[in-house]
Nanobody, 125 residues
Framework: QVQLVESGGGSVQAGGSLRLTCVGS????????MGWFRQAPGKEREFVCA????????YYADSVTGRFTISRDNAKNTVYLQMNSLKPEDTAVYYC??????????????????WGQGTQVTVSS
């Protein structure tokens, strides 16, 4: 079956960096657009960033533009989220997701078919 497994979360002070990793299995990873979403306590899950199947295009939420970078290595079935200049408001559970839709809206959660279990990121001030 399809699995997306996130790792790399943890606790960091404001201004620090983390790199999240999401490894896919059971799917033709290179055929899927990939996204990262996050959910903070008491809030709805929100879009963070996304990348085309080929890596040719990327999309970012305004709140993370310039600080976060999404990338992928299709040979390793892996998508990465490099997070720099972290802020306390970045504290959340981070999820990766996969979409095979040809008409793909990267920020729309129903556009994604598969989801990981999430990894916790905590940023202290």
């Amino acid at each position: 079956q399809v699995q997306l497994v996130e790792s790399g979360g943890g606790s960091v002070q404001a201004g620090g960096s983390l790199r999240l990793t999401c490894v896919g299995s059971g799917l033709t990873f290179s055929s899927y657009h990939m996204g990262w979403f996050r959910q903070a306590p008491g809030k709805e899950r929100e879009f963070v960033c996304a990348i085309w199947w080929s890596g040719a295009n990327t999309y970012y939420a305004d709140s993370v533009t310039g600080r976060f970078t999404i990338s992928r290595d299709n040979a390793k079935n892996t998508v990465y989220l490099q997070m720099n200049s972290l802020k306390p408001e970045d504290t959340a559970v981070y999820y990766c997701a996969a979409s095979a839709r040809s008409s793909w809206s990267p920020t729309i959660q129903p556009a994604y078919t598969y989801w990981g279990q999430g990894t916790q990121v905590t940023v202290s001030s």
